[in-house]
């Protein structure tokens, strides 16, 4: 039977204008109540979370997404106190101003209001967004996936168990059943949802924007390049190669493609022989391919394909392309970068300019590993996700990207004529 979300939606918006009144020091006990609640029950969280990795082959590159551990949760905890701790992102004076007739004017940060959540085998999401919202005076209404039913469940009893012991309306955090149906009434639920957000796979992205009818905020994928230049360090080219590629390989930031400029060729045997510990799978052309034949294991060791690249591998697979210019490089991360992030390895500081300047990306790194695109490296404490768009946010977002603002004119009498 499909569950009608009408007395859901219209609970939330209770929930949001009773949520405008609830002051910061509040908000961050609430916070720093369910993180301590979360750490008294990580045995019950761990335990609801193993009934989901259960169902889903370890193979999946999912399966790590999914993963609770002590210390992904203890990790996930201690964001949600930063994220308290941090100064509120409301009724902050963006721009203030007077008219020549007098006319005071405020520009005001405000929330939004009711922001839906889209996202798939994350559990970490349903925390890092709760945390994000409660602290931007936003009720959020999550639709996670199926395949962490259990986990996202066990993570929300304990959010309304929270709240409800400091008087906070439950409805102020939602999960919804695990129904497609109800992922299409969130998604044309207009003027009662202020904003969606989805967070996953290219595919459920692309199914939001075709499909809503509220504004929506993209959280793109990750198909994320390193370029080798010619005078770019072994040593920190090295450090970086394998650092992006390896360190999570399921996240949105990892390394899909290293770009090598043609005069390092000899160096790409040193650049890419940690990966091989780790059981990295490399698609290479031409170049590359000869290159690393008998310097890299031939197990390990493919022919790239016009599929190798664009693709966002989220395993332990990473395509290799060989440029004859900084330009050709250039010209290979725009034609296939999913505009998330990008990175150069370099001490040619002109270079580095040109990169930053004509790279289009939102996130554009130097001589730095892609892994650090998140809002915990940011020190925004927490992210609801990585914008790739170009409207009102983009990068790593989290507080200040969850309000909006109005605008607020006073004045003493004064009439248009």
Do not use: W
């Amino acid at each position: 039977m499909t569950t009608d979300l009408s007395h859901i939606l219209d609970n939330a918006r209770v929930a949001a204008n009773k949520l405008n009144l609830i002051d910061d020091a509040t908000i961050a006990r609430v916070l720093c109540a369910v993180a301590d609640e979360a750490d008294r029950q990580t045995d019950y969280l761990l335990r609801e979370n193993r009934r989901d990795l259960e169902r889903m082959d370890p193979n999946d590159p999912r399966y790590d997404r999914l993963m609770l551990t002590p210390e992904r949760l203890a990790g996930i905890t201690a964001d949600m106190r930063r994220v308290a701790s941090l100064p509120s992102p409301l009724g902050r004076t963006l721009a203030s101003f007077d008219r020549p007739n007098g006319m005071h004017i405020d520009k005001v940060s405000v929330p939004f209001g009711v922001i839906g959540i889209i996202y798939e085998a994350r559990p970490n999401v349903t925390f890092d967004v709760f945390s994000l919202c409660l602290k931007s005076g936003n009720v959020c209404i999550l639709k996670g996936g199926h395949d962490a039913a259990c986990s996202n469940l066990a993570l929300m009893n304990i959010i309304n168990k929270v709240l409800i012991s400091h008087g906070i309306d439950s409805n102020t955090a939602v999960l919804l059943p695990n129904d497609h149906h109800v992922t299409d009434q969130l998604l044309t639920a207009v003027g009662k949802v202020d904003l969606v957000i989805p967070r996953g796979s290219s595919r459920l992205i692309n199914y939001v924007r075709e499909h809503a009818l509220v504004p929506v905020i993209e959280t793109g994928a990750g198909i994320c390049h390193t370029y080798f230049d010619e005078y770019g360090d072994l040593t920190q080219g090295r450090n970086i190669v394998f650092n992006a590629k390896t360190r999570r390989v399921s996240v949105c930031n990892a390394l899909d493609c290293l770009i090598v400029h043609e005069k390092r060729l000899p160096d790409l045997p040193a650049l890419c022989e940690p990966l091989a510990g780790k059981q990295v799978i490399i698609y290479a052309d031409p170049q590359a391919y000869e290159a690393l034949s008998g310097r890299y294991p031939d197990t390990l060791l493919q022919p790239a394909t016009d599929q190798s690249f664009g693709t966002e591998f989220l395993d332990y697979k990473m395509a290799v392309k060989t440029v004859s210019s900084f330009d050709e490089a250039l010209d290979h991360i725009a034609r296939y970068s999913s505009k998330h992030s990008e990175c150069i390895v370099t001490d040619d500081e002109e270079r580095k300019q040109q990169f930053t300047r004509r790279v289009d990306a939102a996130c554009v790194y130097t001589n730095v590993s892609t892994a650090f695109t998140d809002g915990g490296q940011f020190g925004f404490g927490a992210e609801i996700g990585i914008s790739t768009q170009k409207l009102h946010a983009r990068g790593p977002m989290a507080l200040p990207e969850l309000t909006t603002y109005k605008y607020i004119i006073s004045g003493n009498g004064q009439t248009r004529q």
